[in-house]
Nanobody, 123 residues
């Protein structure tokens, strides 16, 4: 069993920054691919970024490439998402999740999910 707890969300003005954290407990954190997804009201959950167990990759959605950075600290069982140059369209609930599949960007391949943290970007 894996438990994931996200934190760091909040309200920020356009152009600002936030750093999300996801603390994992349970099975070996270092053995998984970690991903960030987001879901805006009325929209499907979409891939944001993923990083492999060794830190290789990482992988980003085109919409966040160059603005967001995913990283992980296996010693702390934590994955991070640094979000810069935020836009109103980044407003969503952000989720972290784990997958056994290397570099997966597909939500169904992720087996454990956190409860989500709200990010709101005002214009």
């Amino acid at each position: 069993q894996v438990q994931l707890v996200e934190s760091g969300g909040g309200l920020v003005q356009a152009g600002g920054s936030l750093k999300l954290s996801c603390a994992a407990s349970g099975r070996a954190f270092s053995s998984t691919t970690m991903g960030w997804f987001r879901q805006a009201p009325g929209k499907e959950r979409e891939f944001v970024a993923a990083i492999s167990r060794s830190g290789s990759g990482p992988y980003y959605a085109d919409s966040v490439k160059g603005r967001f950075t995913i990283s992980r600290d296996n010693a702390k069982n934590t994955v991070y998402l640094q979000m810069n140059s935020l836009k109103p369209e980044d407003t969503a609930v952000y989720y972290c999740a784990t997958s056994k599949i290397y570099g997966s960007t597909n939500p169904p391949s992720y087996d454990y999910w956190g409860q989500g943290t709200q990010v709101t970007v005002s214009s």
